[in-house]
């Protein structure tokens, strides 16, 4: 008998001497915890057990296509791999009991890309590629986790956020349902020429709130609703005998039935609408209304964002920020994503901020120059928590220097008081000032153009930080287009500057993630932060920072980080499989720092990111930590790219 066989018939006994034992580890673990038990009993039936000494390697590339599927008894595997431009092989991924490998290299029947040592004195539950084979054939869990990575673990992860979440707020739906399920079939309908007072009978008939005014073909040219009725009655010039289409709201926003309640949602809230027409082909073929999307138990979104924009008072919309919070807790149980839900955090403080302004303004009066209200940082990005500061500025047209300092002189008093009204909302003070009331944020078109090119030209450590917080930047209240042909000029000039690039690809690389080559997460080890770690700044900020330079560099103008990778990723600038996966990695890591926001909120304890990892469960812990992977991941390919 051979030394390796020697090796296997011992591994293989230790094995079958503590089957039950095996079983129960395992079943702490996925995706073993969801495979069936005569599967599960018959992985470790076919397992051999194998002790690695600390420095040992497990495999390595040179060996050719892998033989062995190897789970984590004991102990802890290191990836090590020598990247382009290095000198050292860099840990590329560690491993701990639990976790297994090398799925992808087993799946293409190839070799592995990565060196696997033993970081401690280590067993591994070894299966044989045959045997791996079979098994990927027997269990649909085992195989989906083989296919998908990380990728099935998240769905654990989110439907243990939405039960979680649920708790106390009864029956769970999805935000994704098509419009084709909910929408109602057979909507009222009348031709142009049907009388207002026709029309609005068919309405009482039908006890709905709109019709829909169609051609021959079902084509819809327009909507009556209970609100143009409103404006009907109040004008005793209106002849109820006349034509509806002289009334009739033309062109109504449609949605196609592909689309979600999520969809219609944000349409209803960010439009101002009650009732969206359903249109396949240019033909009508339902209406969903706000009372639809209440009537499913569906996030009362529509409703509260009417509520801030009609609010009288700041102390309405101070004390509406309670709702807002309760929302999130909703928005979870019924299976919204992080992104879905950041979006509307960030319409919803859109909408207070709207309101804000013009509160501020019947309080102070118009100043008399038209401005536009800039917001930066995570609300330009629409990127927004329970958690938020203000980041805002103000800009406006003015003809010469001078005309601009006297502008700024009447415009300041009003920005300092709507910043004052957003404080009392619960948007903090900006600590770094950067706030519309600052005199330096306050700027004409031409002053803010100048500040911009600076920031390019420029590449001091100060302009490198302001680059990251203006460069993602949004126009929430005023004219646009000013705005917009700025940016679109400053876009030309970022993407032809090959030195600014670096310089803020370099700046990228200083937030690093959280994780150590002998440890899970590197935690502060001293102080009020002791044991804990900050899921923005050394988990989001990397992606944040890093989608932002390529985005920049590639004259993508869009701020938001999930859309620049996904831009990036269609420009081919990063590869498909690795956008999904920073994709996946951010949502989670956001998804962490919600909850946490969340617990935080209903205790009434200040917001923090910081999180000791310890407390999460091992499912959490074994993602957050694959989530820095990739933040390293994306680091690593901007040092590549700009030779850093």
């Known amino acids: 008998m051979s030394k390796d066989d020697a090796f296997a018939q011992a591994g293989k006994t230790a094995v079958m001497q503590n089957v039950h034992g095996t079983m129960t580890f395992l079943l702490n673990y996925p995706p073993f915890n969801q495979m069936e038990t005569a599967h599960l009993a018959w992985l470790v039936e076919h397992c051999q057990l194998r002790f690695y000494a600390q420095g040992d390697t497990i495999i390595r590339p040179q060996e050719g296509p892998v033989q062995y599927f190897y789970i984590v008894k004991q102990g802890l ?26 799925l992808a290299a087993l799946i293409g029947e190839r070799a592995t890309r990565t060196e696997h040592l033993a970081g401690d004195d ?145 349409a209803m809230t960010s439009r101002h609408i009650a009732h969206i027409c359903v249109v396949e082909q240019e033909r009508l073929v339902g209406v969903v209304s706000e009372r639809d999307l209440f009537s499913l138990q569906r996030v009362d979104l529509v409703h509260l964002a009417r509520t801030v924009r009609q609010a009288g008072q700041v102390s309405t919309l101070a004390a509406l920020r309670t709702d807002i919070r309760r929302l999130v807790d909703s928005m979870l149980a019924h299976g919204a994503s992080t992104a879905q839900i950041t979006h509307i955090i960030t319409l919803l403080n859109d909408h207070t901020v709207c309101r804000v302004i013009e509160l501020c303004l019947e309080e102070s009066g118009d100043p008399g120059i038209p401005f536009t209200w800039l917001c930066f940082g995570s609300e330009g990005r629409r990127e927004q928590t329970l958690h938020t500061d203000q980041d805002n500025g103000i800009l406006f047209e003015a003809q010469s220097p001078e005309q601009a300092e006297a502008y700024r002189a009447r415009l300041l008093p009003l920005a300092q008081r709507i910043n004052q009204a957003l404080a009392e909302c619960g948007f903090t003070l900006c600590k770094g000032n950067i706030m519309a009331g600052n005199p330096k944020l306050c700027l004409s078109v031409a002053e803010w153009q100048q500040r911009f090119e600076q920031f390019v030209r420029t590449t001091t450590p100060a302009n490198l930080l302001n680059s990251s917080i203006f460069f993602d930047f949004r126009v929430i209240w005023g004219d646009s287009g000013a705005a917009e042909s700025m940016f679109g000029r400053i876009l030309d000039q970022t993407r ?66 999930l859309e620049r990778l996904r831009r990036l990723r269609a420009a081919g600038i990063i590869e498909p499989l690795d956008a999904d996966a920073y994709e996946e990695a951010y949502h989670f890591i956001q998804l962490i720092r919600m909850q946490q926001h969340q617990l935080q909120d209903r205790d009434n304890a200040p917001f923090s990111n910081r999180i000791d990892p310890d407390t999460l469960n091992h499912l959490d812990r074994r993602i957050l930590r694959e989530s820095f992977r990739q933040a390293r991941r994306l680091q690593a390919s901007l040092a590549l790219r700009y030779q850093l």
Do not use: W
């Open 77 to 102: 595997v290191r990836g090590e791999r020598l990247l382009a431009g290095q000198e050292e092989p860099d840990t590329t991924f560690e491993i701990s009991a639990g976790e297994c490998f090398p």
């Open 122 to 266: 280590t067993f591994c539950l070894l299966l044989s590629r045959k045997d791996f084979a079979r098994l990927f054939g027997m269990s649909l869990p085992f195989r989906d986790f083989a296919l998908r990575g990380v990728s099935s673990l998240l769905d654990q992860v989110n439907q243990q956020a939405q039960a979680q979440a649920a708790e106390t707020l009864g029956a769970q739906y999805s935000l994704d349902t098509r419009l084709a399920e909910l929408a109602v079939r057979n909507p009222v309908t009348c031709m142009p020429y049907t009388s207002v007072r026709q029309a609005v009978r068919e309405m009482n008939e039908a006890s709905v709130g709109s019709i829909v005014i169609v051609d021959s073909e079902q084509r819809p040219q327009g909507i009556f609703t209970l609100r143009d009725l409103r404006g009907v009655i109040a004008d005793d010039a209106i002849d109820l005998d006349g034509a509806v289409d002289s009334v009739m709201t033309p062109k109504p926003f449609h949605l196609p039935p592909s689309a979600s309640a999520f969809d219609a949602a944000i």
């Open 496 to 561: 032809s500057n090959s030195l600014f690039q670096r310089m803020l690809a370099q700046t990228a690389l200083t937030h690093r993630p959280p994780i150590g080559r002998f440890r899970d997460f590197v935690v502060a080890r001293s102080g009020a932060e002791k044991d804990t770690l900050d899921l923005k700044t050394q988990g989001l900020t990397p992606f944040v920072d890093g989608a932002r330079v390529l985005a920049l560099a590639n004259g993508i103008a869009e701020c938001n980080t």
